[in-house]
């Protein structure tokens, strides 16, 4: 590509769809990649160096008082010297990762949305980037699927005070009725040069290949690309687990009973005898899969998308 500054591809998860898995693939082959100019910087790094910063810029126009505070001025400094540091030439191609580019898995769970903050952060991040991006890669997943992972993810990292029950999260959700295309609405806006390539997770298994090399470009061979040693991906947890943890949440409190999450997880292992993690009843799925259904046709067929399909 012929540019005179490098070309920013992101990445932006979401939350709960292999963005792990993505991510130490090319963390992996990053040193190979970046012969054939092409960056990609360890999503902590990114996470690090630019979304907390971005984050932080935005709870603040929130009105959120957090304790460290990165004004307009300070954020655009960090930016630059985030890029500057990548140390990419002209025409050269960045891949930028990290699922918390809208918000945090916390932020779904309490609102029953698809990140009740992304108004006020995705246009932050995608601001402060100096160079064009040309590209926006993304997966979208079944609403009943994705908020229950992310209630899971979410009663991991929780602190006792913040835990909200499992009916108050499906409450959230079936009320609000979540949209992905909502959510690409902002992603649209906020990245008006790029082309989206989205994908659906239940389809992933079959596209891994083809998202790696959509998001490497032409000059790289996804083929040719090294596995990571150990896959680093948590298994999900039993729809026995979660029970029991919250039987313990409702017993002794939040903060004893996130003491043993662990402990609990490991006595109740997800597999044949204990099934995944699902809080939704048939109806409630069958209609929230009708609601993904109708959002995925609303979004494969606007302009700018492409929709990769498994067949």
Not at 86 to 97: C, D, K, Q
Not at 116 to 133: E, K, S
Not at 224 to 231: A, G, Q
Request: hydrophobic content about 35%.
């Amino acid at each position: 590509m012929d540019s005179d500054t490098p070309v920013v591809v992101v990445h932006g998860g979401v939350h709960k769809t292999a963005t792990s898995h993505i991510q130490s693939i090319l963390q992996r082959n990053a040193g190979r990649m970046r012969k054939s100019g092409v960056h990609y910087v360890h999503h902590r790094d990114t996470r690090k160096h630019y979304t907390v910063p971005c984050q932080l810029n935005g709870y603040e126009k929130l009105g959120l008082n957090y304790k460290t505070k990165v004004p307009d001025e300070v954020l655009s400094r960090k930016a630059q010297t985030f890029f500057d540091g990548i140390g990419a030439g002209p025409g050269e191609r960045i891949i930028i990762s990290d699922e918390n580019m809208p918000g945090h898995s916390g932020h779904c769970v309490r609102s029953g949305q698809l990140y009740n903050r992304r108004d006020v952060l995705v246009p932050i991040f995608a601001g402060h980037v100096p160079y064009p991006v040309t590209e926006v890669h993304l997966a979208i997943r079944n609403y009943a699927d994705f908020f229950a992972s992310t209630f899971i993810e979410f009663l991991r990292s929780a602190k006792g005070e913040n835990v909200i029950p499992e009916a108050l999260m499906k409450r959230a959700v079936l009320s609000n009725l979540p949209s992905w295309s909502g959510f690409i609405d902002v992603i649209e806006t906020c990245f008006p040069q790029a082309q989206l390539m989205l994908w659906r997770h239940e389809d992933f298994g079959d596209l891994s290949q083809v998202v790696i090399g959509n998001l490497c470009g032409p000059d790289i061979d996804p083929d040719t690309l090294v596995s990571p040693k150990r896959k680093r991906g948590r298994p999900s947890a039993s729809h026995r687990a979660v029970q029991e943890l919250l039987i313990e949440i409702e017993r002794n409190g939040a903060e004893a009973a996130l003491a043993r999450r662990v402990e609990i997880q490991d006595a109740y292992p997800r597999g044949s005898e204990y099934p995944g993690y699902d809080p939704w009843t048939a109806s409630e799925r069958a209609h929230l899969t009708r609601l993904y259904d109708r959002d995925t046709a609303d979004i494969a067929a606007r302009s700018r998308v492409t929709l990769l399909s498994a067949g």
